[in-house]
């Protein structure tokens, strides 16, 4: 079964530092998007991006946030800067984009930890 | 007002319970509705999408009330397998996601 899968699943980094985490959606899927969710708190939308480009961003996706998807495969949150409360479980997440809205894929998540 | 606001919780429930959670949303926009589920430290999945005439998968049933911007999922005959945070979900522009109600089933 296809499914979204997201590198790195843990990563630890220095505050200031920039992270990138990685994300292949599944292959025929048209919509992309990155939800964050802080321990304890509620999954929170970042960003959707269609058809090579950004459709919808939430107030956290800030320029200290950017997205691409550099090679047709490979979908992007980069997160520059970072400060403490970045740490959170970011969830990579794909849909068909055919028709009404159909179910959001969700890969395993990248759990970062700003020290 | 909240975009999607779900009870609080948490529901601790004996096994065979039945058990209802109720989501409400404020974009009378929305298009299409979801229950997912999201184990401890794991990605929401989808349990179910929820129709305007209600429908039932198993144990699982949900119902959408459009005009009271309401939506409800019920478990019945609950499992020890069934704790975990269930997330009611909107689509308006956006998957939308409510804030969760934890649910333990207990022995």
């Known amino acids: 079964e296809p499914e979204v899968t997201q590198t790195p699943s843990h990563q630890v980094t220095q505050m200031g530092q920039e992270v990138i985490l990685r994300c292949v959606p599944i292959?025929?899927?048209?919509?992309f998007y990155w939800y964050r969710q802080i321990l304890g708190q509620k999954v929170e939308f970042l960003v959707s991006f269609y058809n090579n480009e950004i459709s919808e961003k939430s107030e956290i996706f800030d320029d200290q946030f950017s997205v691409e998807r550099p090679d047709g495969s490979n979908f992007t949150l980069k997160i520059r800067s970072t400060k403490l409360e970045d740490s959170a479980m970011y969830f990579c997440?794909?849909?068909?984009?055919?028709?009404?809205?159909?179910?959001?894929?969700f890969g395993e998540g990248s759990r970062l930890t700003v020290l | 007002r909240k975009e999607v606001e779900q009870d609080p919780g948490p529901f601790n429930v004996p096994e065979g319970a039945t058990v209802a959670f109720n989501c409400t949303y404020s974009n009378s926009a929305s298009q299409s509705f979801f229950w997912y589920r999201q184990d401890c430290r794991k990605e929401p999945k989808l349990l179910m999408s929820?129709?305007?005439s209600g429908n039932e998968d198993g144990r699982f049933t949900a119902q959408l009330n459009r005009a009271s911007q309401y939506i409800s999922l019920l478990i019945r005959d609950s499992k020890l397998s069934d704790s975990a945070t269930y997330l009611c979900?909107?689509?308006?522009?956006?998957?939308?996601f409510g804030p969760g109600t934890r649910l333990s089933v207990l022995p």
């Open positions: 929820v129709y305007s």
């Open positions: 979900v909107v689509y308006g522009q956006n998957f939308v």
């Open positions: 997440a794909s849909n068909p984009g055919q028709g009404e809205a159909g179910e959001l894929f």
């Open positions: 292959s025929n899927h048209l919509y």
